[in-house]
């Protein structure tokens, strides 16, 4: 195993200075009420941060310190009100239409407006909400935080969602009820500020908070706009877990296992911003939010407006399991059932492979679909275990092999091979059939959604099918001295493009309307340089994703050294 250069906290550049510890960030507050006539600040927080923090730190004297807790609906309201996108599923809800002004209750609002806007004395207003609340404030401050730390608070029990009391439910329906509304709702409060806020606060890191001055961020996202960059990959265990991560990702060797790594869901990830040294972290998307056109495209930014819709991940079942059997939802029905605008397409790409690695994809040529789901329902009930094999086309998988998997086709993959997943955003909408007689991490049986799946299982993905239109469908595209380029995929119903490069020279690219995501597949180091010295030569490592807007236009990667190199570049076509 090769010796790893692996980066897990990539960050930007920011100028500016930050204030850290409790104490400093007290003190700033304090000195925003002496600014002139200063009477009402706003600190509006991002449904995850711990808002009791806040109240025990931030004691500015003379000022009175309110709760936007205490202006929201009754918790039996906000159920009532959500419980349409709530929905009776297990793990699936209905996307909100609702606003953070849905949340709040106006007349207690009314009955203070005094103290709201200022006119009894200097007021801190914080909470979800606050800049609703008291619109009269004359100083913002956005207390953000990443999504990846709001799950980990959530397995912890640690808050509340909006205008609920839920930190004690199941972790699934915490998620759940963020993922379809409290996320929705902040987001796009957060959108509507963004051009208000004079600070921003970052407590993802709870005993080490830092507020940085707006102009900070702004200029940091600017650059970052404009130039190759990173965000910072997290890593989780699985039932299926495996080894390879460690070694290669320089991983905790203690833990049983890693089975994932999220580096390209910007929607989940962070950015972290350099500032004189202290790491800053802010959600990623904040990016998409200000700066869309720049890096999606101008056609990208039409069709999936300030949404990432590209996606990479790693799937580890080095020395693991099989995944769950699996299959992921057509358009049609991911629309009229959760509400969502596209499904997720997605791909495997074999970054490595053990001897006996393999592929389930598709279904046999002519089996009986009845016996198939009745089987699986009879596996589901206690039954006798799922023969996988009787219906499921299981192909021997090999490193560098690229199988693409549209909404619709029954697939997972085995154990020992490590998988890096393309595919369009939507990450939560995977119907499992099958997990092999498996516990999850918690010690029970993982939510299987046979009925989900079963009306959007394509039985025309058979064997046929798979090997003409998505086992290593590869197609030479163009070579030069010392590169050659391939077109991988993806399938035709799928909006993501793939094309892989092999090289010891340097290869030039353009973006060609698209943001242009890469992974590092092979070869230690390559240098992301402009050609026009648009921006500084940017550094990768080996299975490292990092993101090219599509402002940026011509980039050229020169691998480090003579060993070869590849990568592995998505687009959306255009």
Known sequence: MRKSNYDK?????????????????????????????????????????????????????????????????????VE?????????????????????????????????????????GNVLVIGSGAALIAPAYRKLIYADMARWEIQLRFRRREFDGLGVHNRNEATSLQHKRAYFIDWRVCDDLKRRLLERIDWWLDENRREQPKMTAARTVMQALARAARSPFRV???????????????????????????????????????????????????????????????????????????????????????????????????????????????????????????????VYLGLRTGIDREAMLADLREAQAGGKPFDAEKYVNKLPAKKHDHYLIPGGTVHCSGGNSMVLEISSTPNLFTFKLWDWQRLGLDGKPRPINIGHGSRVIDWGRDTEYVHKYLANVFEPVAEGEGWREEKTGLHRNEFIETRRHWFTAPVDHHTEGSVNVLNLIEGDECVVESPDNAFEPFTVHYAETFIIPECVGKYRIRPVGTQPCATIKARVRV
């Open 9 to 77: 906290f990539p960050a930007i550049k920011a100028e500016g200075e930050a204030v850290c510890g409790w104490e400093a960030i007290g003190a700033a507050v304090g000195e925003m009420f002496r600014e002139g006539d200063t009477a009402v600040v706003a600190l509006e927080c991002y449904a995850g941060v711990h808002i009791e923090d806040f109240f025990a730190n931030l004691k500015p004297g003379g000022v009175r310190i309110v709760d936007t807790r205490d202006f929201f609906k009754s918790i039996e309201e």
């Open 80 to 120: 009532k009100m959500t419980a349409r996108h709530m929905t009776g599923d297990v793990l699936f809800g209905y996307v909100t239409d609702l606003k953070m002004e849905d949340f709040i209750d106006w007349d207690k609002v009314a009955a203070q407006q005094a103290l709201l806007g200022g006119k009894e």
């Open 232 to 358: 910072v990959p997290f890593f989780d265990p699985a039932p299926w877990g495996g080894q390879w991560m460690k070694e290669v990702c320089d991983l905790d060797r203690e833990k049983e296992n890693y089975g994932w790594c999220f580096d390209c869901v910007p929607e989940e990830n962070s950015l972290l911003l350099d500032i004189g040294g202290v790491r800053f972290e802010i959600p990623s998307v904040n990016l998409i939010f200000t700066h869309a056109r720049e890096v999606l495209g101008e056609p990208v930014e039409a069709r999936f407006g300030k949404e990432f819709p590209i996606r990479f991940d790693f799937l580890d079942t080095m020395g693991g399991g099989n995944l769950s059997l699996q299959v992921h939802p057509t358009t049609q029905y991911i629309r009229e059932t959760f509400g969502m605008q596209y499904t997720q397409d997605e791909s495997y790409y074999l970054l490595d492979a053990g001897d006996d690695a393999v």
